[in-house]
């Protein structure tokens, strides 16, 4: 009986160090202890080709969600590129910055016209209502001047469209209506098929995620 006992703490022993060298590498291991890689690798869309070009040292995707946030987004965006120069001497040529518009403040990723036309649909919480983009009109030309520093802005597809089912009205011309927003958006932006995806396919490029709210 001595023999099979050794045999069986033998094959304990093995499986042991097998596990344990699984758990110090970080990865599952076979019995043959081979550590499994993960097979996934995302793929790159053309649609999406904008987001690799201009070749940057750090890129960096602004998600976007609320009005009472904007401000925030206008002001972390100010301060990267501040940041990266006074601390490692990164020129903002070499920092990519996009902001991602989508959700409730889907709305400001459109021009003065159309504030100018559907003001009170744009922003219904705004009193008055708005006649020019808050963030992009008169003195306040954030957006404009964020777009001449490189800053690159995508506008949710999705909630324009509800957006445009709002303006027309359910016997009104939505599709004409969104041809119209797609017209006059604000400088550096375009219209992605939906923000969220945007975002996502924005990190399986390399962009570090910034959520503002």
Same mark, same amino acid.
């Given at each position: 009986m001595t023999q099979p006992r050794k045999g069986r703490r033998a094959l304990l022993a093995g499986l042991g160090a097998v596990a344990a060298a699984g758990a110090l590498? /970080? *990865?599952p291991a076979t019995a043959q202890g081979t550590a499994t890689s993960d097979p996934?690798?995302?793929t790159l869309h053309t649609e999406d080709a904008w987001l690799a070009a201009p070749r940057s040292k750090h890129r960096i995707i602004m998600d976007v969600t609320t009005p009472e946030h @904007?401000?925030?987004?206008?002001r972390f965006a100010g301060n990267l590129f501040t940041g990266h120069k006074t601390g490692y001497g990164v020129d903002e040529a070499d920092v990519a910055i996009v902001m991602c @518009? *989508?959700?409730v403040v889907t709305a400001y990723g459109y021009a003065d016209a159309m504030w100018a036309k559907y003001g009170k649909t744009m922003d219904p919480q705004l009193t008055p209502a708005a006649t020019t983009n808050p963030f992009n009109s008169g003195t306040r030309m954030q957006f404009a001047d964020l777009a001449k520093r /490189?800053?690159?802005f995508m506008v949710c597809g999705t909630a324009s469209r509800g957006l445009a089912g709002r303006i027309a009205g359910p016997d009104g011309d939505a599709d004409a209506v969104m041809k119209e927003l797609a017209g006059n958006l604000i400088p550096s932006s375009r219209i992605v098929p939906a923000g969220v995806v945007g975002v996502t396919h924005a990190q399986e490029r390399g962009f570090a995620l910034i959520y503002v709210g």
């Open positions: 590498s /970080g *990865r996934f690798t995302p @904007l401000p925030d987004a206008i @518009l *989508r959700h /490189g800053v690159q």
